[in-house]
């Protein structure tokens, strides 16, 4: 995807120029995902799909109600069921619509190494613009929730775009439009945290005492959020407890860049000026002196 | 379904059983959220699987496929013995006050009057006793133990938590939770709903299944009530549609019983069905069946059908047996019969024992398959490897496919769970030749009639004087049929003379030539035609109401009026008189429903289901079809038995019936029809020990979506699913292949092991379940798999045939 | 004329400048993953995907090249006690002092430092570069194991660079060096003043 009008990008990978900032009223906009209210029927995957021109392979069974088993270059969103005993004897089949989470810190827009192939929008989706892609996989690298893939086909990332063509126009995301339960909602972020905090306590009313928004903090929150009915525990669900940009990728990418940068062109200077300093070790008064 | 599915968010428990709402109905299903999270209602899920639906449950209780009714009737104990029943309910609106016959009785697992020979009954014990007045004789103290109170009370002392948690499997501390929760919902301003399916109905017991739900609804006071009642999700966009409009050989539209080969007058024929009232002052509505009979002959003949002819009676088929599809089947295996025309059918994928099945469509000389589809039926001949093992050179059997559209590329109407007719126009034209089902029918019709003007023939008149009205004959107009099917005065309706001013003249109610408004209008001289009486009124003098699409919801109760229409007379709930008390006010203030306003039951939320000025203390029951007025808790309609009782499957892993453990006659439904052959093809819990059941996902819809790559993606491959402990014993791992068998074939699929299925404690043992999905075959998009019906049993439900796909015994291994 | 001595053979040298040649455009297509300013140099090679594509391709050869040079030199650059002598006097010889340092073989310190240096960073931008090696074996290892790859692969790029920088920069400094590949010789005299025991052991030879 890309953007309509380049004042809404206020992120974009690999650029050393500043990008606008002026755009501050557009609201920043999520998709909230209650997995209480969600039953695995997979329509979100269809309609993600088939909004986006997208058709996976047909695969086969491995085992589990996982279809495509994991997300793949042409499924953005997948459901991923867990069978899990939070207390001993209590089975839960929780369901979690995988896809990517449009952190407010994306680390795929910081290790991107690619110009303008991942860029932010100013209401916070994070998209990756396909025709700048070079195919390094450094967002995968980036990703706290490994969530690009790449294709085999072109060598190209791809990930949910939250619809950003859709939403650029007014409307809620394919996902949000199809879903039969109301399980996923979109609206502005301060909306959908309200909601979600709400959901979270009635569902605590419900006896999920630990009930909560997952909207971690680590990446600045996110874009798609989470009422999950185990939210002390994120990890039953394949979900980071506390996701952040890995401190290596941060390394990689932020204090390495400049250092090394000043390091190498650091030693050219330093050469340059020693030599004029020291001058050219030169053989000749050596051998004028043998040859005289 | 009694209510409809907007209905259920008017709920305060939802009891999922006997289907998987979430799975198999997951647009419907966001009612179910929408009741819990507004008005925090709510769910209980118990099956033999920790399904989607329990995914998001507040409660899940596991059972033992096929022991619904022992669970069920052990709640009806729990109600009783607990005395957590609506009784003020009870009595407004059940027999529970009715007496029994004296003859009556139940004993080691039989009813009175049981034929052993026959495997049925003499139904003469069974009933009410009546007065010299034609009525019940009735005890209102409910102490007579002739009552059908103290009969039932008697009949379920015997389900105790001990013997059903002994029979089902369910841990008695879960089957005492979910018990508690249901009896919490007999406080008047409490309802519960119960979403069923197939679940249920597929079974040799389906349908007393859901009436011995049906008689713990009643019990606690929850039918005919928002956010209650009994509700049959359908499995098809429009199978409700095909039901009402009658695709049996047992009722005619409208759910009009069929004439046998006894009824040979027309006089006898509407004498048997016509209702008369059985306690004072009810309507007893089949007191119309003529009305609504004769309107449908004069729909099917038109002119030809006279007052002199019988209206054409004598044209109708007389059954002579049985011609459910399993009696087909069996009549095509016997190679009794020469062609089969399979319309929107797959049998050989959606009927029980695929080896019979094939081995009958190869006796045939012919089949036509029409389909949007390349059926597995239709290739049925061809070989496919061990998916389909057959020898094309033995089979003689001419095919022929037929094309047709599917349903976005033909206008009409769907007819949903909930009972609402909506219309739609077609998406896009068919592909090809297809050609959408009315018009090749018709063209078969048009031809026959050629046929038989040309060559004359053996009785021609039911063909050659059908009443054909269509503009063009060959490919009438859906607008035209849903307008012969809503009816017209084919003379000017009258009124019925007033009793309080007999003198007055009758004036014209509907004009000749005129759209019927209502069934109401019918009459029985021939003036009116109509092809499904509960159907009136849906393309009525305004036109065609079935087009609506008026999302508004006045009251806020889930009603939506004005959204297409609702079967019958747009009522949205059924025996909607018992939302309020003897006296007409709401049983709960908070959903108020319909009330008796002084002079009048309408204006209410919805249409009254009640002569709309009956006043209370006339005692108009609110279950106007039954002449009675009440509801059945004692029905002798039903094949084994006037209540409910437990009978294993046919293929039982416990190999005995712990409610009669001594009679080893009736293990199994003592009532159900089993065909020579099938008898010995049922497995023994010794060779096959497993309990399995068939069942479908959300991703696919039966047969059809394996066709499709949006659908084949998310759901590729067949798999069967089996518990934990199961796959340690049998060392089977995720994602193996194994080979499950049965004593009528085998399938082999991957294998998924989940915790969601456990070992279930049955009298002492225990007992694995074996879940098979049913979606794959060899046609298709999706990986190619076994037909799953290849292991199903061949025998039906008592009542209604349906197959018992949802409890039969196999054995797995790693393939 | 100046008496010639032969420093290093034919292939030697073509060897040398294939690395040379692998480096820069490994090394320039390398950059421009690493930052912004240097994406442009992604032109070069015709465009970002077509970077993706060689720069692994190239750094192969390189390390093939490099791994070639290695077999043939690494005895040579085995560092002994001499060089301890020399890495003191370092300071000296940054002065400029080249009288103040003592006599060293074939390589002083500093070029066998380098040596080195090369070839540790090699050996891991090989390792670490196979690693994330897109589309290829990427797939093979976790997120995790590649985000260490991608920050050891660049740190030893850094390294690598910087030790060519000193290495040409020796070559520029050190007058007469340069000959030494573009013509295989070099004089006497810079034998002699730069490598006097390596001048003694091929005059002995002749």
């Known amino acids: 995807m890309s953007s309509l009008q380049s004042l809404d990008v206020v992120a974009r990978s690999a650029t050393t120029l500043p990008t606008p900032q002026i755009r501050t009223a557009a609201p920043h906009v999520a998709k909230l995902i209650d997995e209480s209210k969600c039953i695995g029927c997979k329509a979100c995957q269809v309609a993600c799909m088939n909004w986006n021109d997208l058709r996976d392979d047909i695969g086969n069974n491995v085992g589990v109600y996982d279809n495509p088993s994991d997300l793949t270059p042409s499924s953005w969103t997948v459901m991923k069921f867990f069978e899990v005993e939070p207390t001993e004897g209590n089975l839960e089949w929780l369901i979690r619509k995988d896809g990517c989470m449009h952190c407010e810190d994306p680390g795929c827009l910081k290790a991107c190494p690619s110009p303008g192939a991942i860029v932010k929008y100013a209401n916070g989706i994070v998209d990756f613009v396909s025709e700048n892609c070079i195919g390094c996989g450094y967002c995968v690298k980036g990703c706290p929730f490994d969530v690009p893939r790449i294709s085999q086909k072109d060598n190209k990332a791809y990930k949910c775009t939250l619809c950003s063509d859709r939403v650029s126009v007014g409307l809620e995301p394919a996902c949000v439009k199809t879903c039969p339960t109301g399980a996923i909602s979109y609206g502005t972020k301060d909306d959908m945290v309200a909601y979600g905090n709400r959901r979270a306590e009635e569902l605590k009313e419900r006896g999920h005492q630990n009930a909560g928004l997952y909207n971690p903090e680590g990446v600045g929150g996110t874009h798609v959020m989470y009422v999950l009915k185990h939210a002390d525990k994120p990890q039953l669900e394949d979900l980071p407890a506390n996701p952040s940009v890995s401190p290596l990728v941060s390394l990689w990418k932020g204090t390495t860049k400049p250092l090394a940068v000043a390091s190498m062109l650091g030693a050219m200077v330093l050469g340059f000026f020693h030599y004029m300093k020291v001058g050219p070790i030169e053989e000749k008064e050596k051998t004028e002196k043998e040859g005289a | ?815 | 004329m100046a008496r010639m001595l032969q420093r290093y053979s034919d292939s030697e040298r073509m060897n040398h400048w294939f690395i040379a040649l692998t480096f820069v455009l490994a090394g320039l297509s390398g950059l421009a993953f690493f930052h912004p300013a240097f994406f442009f140099f992604v032109n070069l090679f015709g465009g970002g995907s077509w970077a993706r594509i060689l720069h692994p391709l190239l750094g192969l050869l390189m390390v093939a090249g490099f791994a070639l040079l290695f077999a043939k030199l690494w005895r040579d650059n085995l560092i002994n006690a001499a060089d301890h002598e020399w890495r003191k006097k370092m300071g000296e010889m940054l002065r400029g002092n080249k009288a103040a340092m003592p006599p060293v073989g074939k390589y002083n310190f500093g070029q066998k430092v380098t040596f080195w240096a090369m070839a540790i960073s090699l050996a891991v931008l090989l390792v670490t570069g196979v690693m994330f090696w897109r589309p290829w074996f990427a797939p093979l290892f976790p997120i995790g194991l590649l985000r260490v790859a991608v920050l050891l692969h660049s740190i030893a790029a850094v390294v690598l660079i910087l030790s060519t920088i000193m290495h040409v920069y020796a070559a520029i400094w050190v007058k007469g060096t340069l000959r030494a590949m573009t013509r295989g010789t070099v004089t006497e005299g810079w034998a002699q003043v730069n490598h006097p025991l390596w001048h003694e052991q091929v005059s002995k030879g002749n």
């Open chain 2, 1 to 815: 379904m009694t209510n409809s599915w907007t209905d259920i968010k008017n709920t305060d428990l939802v009891l999922i059983m006997g289907g998987n709402a979430a799975e198999a109905h997951p647009c419907g299903f966001k009612w179910v959220t929408e009741a819990m999270q507004q008005r925090k209602a709510k769910l209980i899920v118990v099956d033999p699987r920790f399904t989607r639906s329990a995914a998001v449950a507040d409660y899940y209780a596991p059972i033992r496929v096929g022991t619904d009714i022992a669970f069920l009737a052990g709640v009806i104990n729990y109600l009783l013995s607990k005395d957590r029943i609506h009784l003020d309910y009870v009595k407004l609106n059940t027999d529970a006050t009715f007496l029994t016959k004296e003859g009556y009785a139940f004993e080691d697992g039989f009813f009175s009057g049981y034929n052993g020979e026959r495997r049925s009954y003499d139904k003469s014990t069974w009933g009410y006793q009546t007065g010299k007045d034609g009525y019940v004789l009735t005890d209102d103290t409910l102490q007579n133990p002739l009552c059908v109170f103290q009969q039932m009370k008697k009949h379920y002392a015997r389900y105790t938590p001990e013997l059903v948690s002994r029979i089902t499997g369910t841990p008695q501390d879960q089957f005492l939770k979910v018990c508690e929760m249901l009896a919490a919902t007999s406080a008047p301003d409490k309802v519960m709903t119960i979403c069923y399916a197939l679940g249920w109905t597929q079974h040799t017991v389906g349908s007393q299944n859901i009436r011995t739900m049906a008689m713990i609804q009643l019990l606690l006071g929850n039918m005919g009530r928002p956010g209650g009642g009994v509700n049959a999700l359908r499995g098809h966009a429009n199978v409700q549609g095909i039901t009402d409009m009658c695709a049996y050989s047992e009722v005619l539209s409208g759910y009009l019983s069929a004439p046998t080969d006894a009824d040979d007058t027309r006089a006898k024929y509407l004498e048997t069905r016509t209702g008369k009232p059985l306690r004072p002052n009810q309507m007893a509505f089949t007191q119309n069946f003529p009305k609504w009979h004769t309107s449908l002959m004069k729909a099917y003949y038109g002119n030809a059908a006279t007052k002199d002819n019988q209206f054409a009676y004598d044209w109708l088929p007389k059954r002579d047996a049985a011609y459910d599809i399993l009696a087909m089947f069996e009549r095509m295996h016997q190679g009794k019969m020469n062609g089969f025309l399979c319309q929107g059918f797959n049998p050989l994928a959606a009927v029980p024992n695929k080896k019979k099945l094939s081995a009958g469509l190869a006796k045939l000389k012919f089949l036509v398959v029409m389909d949007p589809l390349e059926t597995e039926t239709s290739e049925f001949w061809k070989n496919y490897g061990p998916l389909n093992d057959v020898d094309p050179t033995k089979i003689a059997t001419e095919v022929f496919r037929f094309p047709t559209s599917c349903f976005a590329e033909e206008t009409g109407t769907f007819t949903n769970s909930s009972r609402v007719i909506s219309w739609k126009e077609k998406a896009v034209d068919p592909p090809g030749l297809a050609k959408p089902d009315s018009e090749i029918i018709a063209r078969l019709f048009v031809k026959l009639r050629e046929m038989y003007a040309k060559d004359g023939g053996t009785l021609p008149e039911p063909i050659a004087a059908l009443n054909w009205p269509y503009i063009n004959a060959s490919a009438p107009h859906p607008a035209e049929l849903l307008r012969e099917i809503n009816g017209r005065a084919l003379a000017d309706v009258m009124s019925p003379p007033d009793p309080k001013n007999p003198a007055a003249p009758p004036t014209v109610l509907v004009k000749a030539g005129d759209q019927l408004p209502g069934f109401a209008m019918l009459r029985d001289d021939g003036s009116t035609s109509c092809g499904n009486w509960i159907y009136a009124g849906c393309w009525g003098p305004t036109g065609n109401l079935t087009a609506r699409r008026d999302n508004s919801d006045p009251t806020g109760l889930g009603v939506f009026p004005n959204w297409g229409f609702a079967w019958p007379a747009n009522r949205r709930i059924l025996y909607n008189r018992a939302s309020a008390d003897a006296n007409g006010k709401p049983w709960d203030p908070s959903r108020k429903y319909l009330a008796w306003n002084g002079s009048s039951w309408a204006g209410g939320a919805d249409i009254p289901d009640i002569r709309p000025d009956a006043a209370p203390e006339q005692g108009v029951g609110a279950f106007i079809m039954n002449p009675e007025g009440v509801a059945r808790l004692h029905a002798v309609g039903m094949a084994e038995g006037p209540f409910p009782e437990h009978y294993e499957p046919f293929e039982t892993p416990v190999g005995v019936n712990l409610m009669c453990p001594t009679n080893a006659k009736a293990v199994s439904n003592p009532a159900a029809r089993v065909y020579k052959g099938d008898l010995e093809a049922f497995g023994r819990k010794e060779e096959f020990p497993y309990a399995a059941t068939t069942y479908r996902l959300t991703e696919h819809l039966h047969y059809w979506t394996k066709h499709s790559r949006s659908n084949a993606i998310v759901q590729p491959a067949p798999f069967v699913e089996i518990g934990v402990d199961l796959a340690k014993e049998k060392g089977i791992r995720q994602g193996d292949r194994v080979r499950v068998k049965s004593n009528r074939g085998e399938v082999v699929a991957a294998c998924v092991v989940t915790k969601r299925m456990k070992a279930l404690d049955v009298n002492g043992k225990k007992v694995h379940h074996v879940g098979i999905p049913i979606h794959w075959g060899f046609k298709g998009v999706t990986q190619n798999g076994y037909l799953a019906n290849a292991l199903t049993p061949f025998v039906g439900d008592a009542n209604s045939q349906t197959p018992e796909f949802k409890a039969f015994l196999v054995n797995i291994e790693k393939a």
